[in-house]
């Protein structure tokens, strides 16, 4: 494929007419106003679907929620472009018109209200978006698009999902995976990392098992409450006082849960943790010292072996560098040098890096920007992903993430 030192998107086919930008944003609207929670996300996988088929793409479901579109235009490379589709179990409170009234069901039954809180809607629209302008424009490029429409991506239980249900069996292996998410940065840029781009992760919930008495009778009991208080303590000592001060990790105790009554002392204590590294021995190393904290812990108060359980885990999310650096080079062609900025990596975490290393091939994921600069200079504290106040704003955001993602999926099939 050829390649000019003139933006990919020069040409007027690029560009959104008055009347498509209306259909994006009234395609944002209705996601936005519909989302629903991992794993169950079967209005909007059927909503996509139709959304392709009526482009013309072949299309199958995938991991059961999953959506996966196939756009083929003669010979050329094969490109995947990833959107992950779910929903969080967030009231949504941005004041929006357009903002989600809807609600949803927790695996444990619990009913919860649920919000679009982390921008997968945004992420969703730019690829369909970008979806119907490659399929309008079929004489300007060659080749294969994948573009993969992941549920559960906040339980890092999609990207596993799909790839065990036969997603590289079914579709066209691609030679590059590309993704995208919105952050509250400012709307029109985008930051992205070379190397590690987000932390791997790992939660684990922990039972600590004790002894009930009268709460007037300590001597009767073992109390799991204490002894979960100094697991708790004891655990923020690894990142301060056994890792290497050069290596990056989080523990973080997000939950716990005890007792019925002030004067019981209870038989069990629950808590929940959370785990974020960059390097696989860092990572290794974090979690056999939980185990072993907590078992120690356990013993020193004579209480029976707690038990540890993984709730879930990411992996890394990996930026190949030479493709990194050669989107870099075409996001600033397309963008504009001011728009680009090369960003350390976030310990946020993403299940995205599975759906390329299942098949050994390089990945690249960026980040763009959702509030305006006026919002940006007027709160304190910017509301981040998953807050109820989240909520990017429609322009430039959706154009930005439509041009990235055309931006990348170009760089590798445009003529």
């Known amino acids: ?90 009231k949504e409170d941005t004041g929006f018109e357009y903002a989600s009234t809807a609600a949803g069901t927790l695996p444990d039954g619990t009913e919860v209200p649920v919000m679009h809180g982390c921008g997968h809607d945004t992420h969703i629209t730019a690829a369909l978006t970008a979806a119907t302008l490659l399929a309008d424009a079929t004489d300007a490029w060659a080749g294969t698009i994948v573009f993969i429409f992941q549920p559960g991506e906040e339980t890092a239980a999609g990207a596993r999902a799909m790839v065990d249900d036969g997603l590289w069996d079914k579709a066209p292996v691609p030679e590059i995976i590309y993704g995208q998410h919105v952050m509250p940065g400012l709307t029109g840029t985008i930051s992205i990392s070379q190397g590690s781009a987000m932390a791997m992760a790992d939660s684990l919930k922990v039972t600590v098992h004790g ?139 993403e299940d995205f890096g599975t759906l390329a290393d299942a098949i050994g091939v390089p990945s690249v994921y960026w980040m763009f920007g959702g509030y305006t600069a006026e919002r940006l200079a007027s709160e304190a504290l910017v509301p981040g992903n998953h807050s109820p106040h989240f909520g990017p704003a429609l322009e430039p955001t959706l154009t930005t993430g439509v041009r990235a993602a055309l931006t990348a999926i170009l760089s590798k099939v445009a003529l």
């Open 211 to 349: 002894r009930q008495a009268h709460g007037s009778q300590p001597q009767d009991a073992i109390d799991p409450i204490v002894l979960g208080a100094h697991m708790v303590v004891r655990l923020q000592t690894i990142v301060s006082r056994e890792l290497h001060p050069m290596d990056s990790a989080v523990v973080t105790v997000g939950t716990f849960h005890a007792g019925l009554k002030e004067n019981i002392i209870p038989g069990t204590a629950e808590f929940t943790l959370n785990v974020r590294t960059f390097d696989q021995e860092v990572r290794d190393d974090v979690l056999a010292a939980i185990s072993r904290i907590i078992n120690a812990e356990a013993a020193a108060s004579n209480a029976p072996t707690p038990e540890i359980e993984e709730l879930y885990t990411f992996p890394r999310c990996y930026n190949d560098p030479q493709q990194t650096a050669m989107l870099i080079s075409e996001f600033r062609t397309a963008l504009g040098d001011d728009a680009v900025g090369e960003v350390p990596p976030l310990m946020g975490s």
């Open 1 to 90: 494929m050829t390649t000019t030192t003139t933006s990919r998107l020069a040409s007027a086919r690029w560009e959104l007419t008055d009347e498509q930008t209306g259909e994006m944003h009234a395609l944002y609207r209705h996601l936005h106003a519909n989302p629903e929670l991992s794993m169950q996300e079967h209005e909007t996988a059927a909503f996509i679907t139709r959304r392709l088929k009526a482009l013309g793409l072949e299309t199958f479901a995938c991991g059961g929620t999953g959506v996966v579109g196939v756009l083929r235009n003669g010979k050329g490379p094969v490109v995947a472009f990833r959107a992950d589709t779910d929903g969080l179990p967030i």
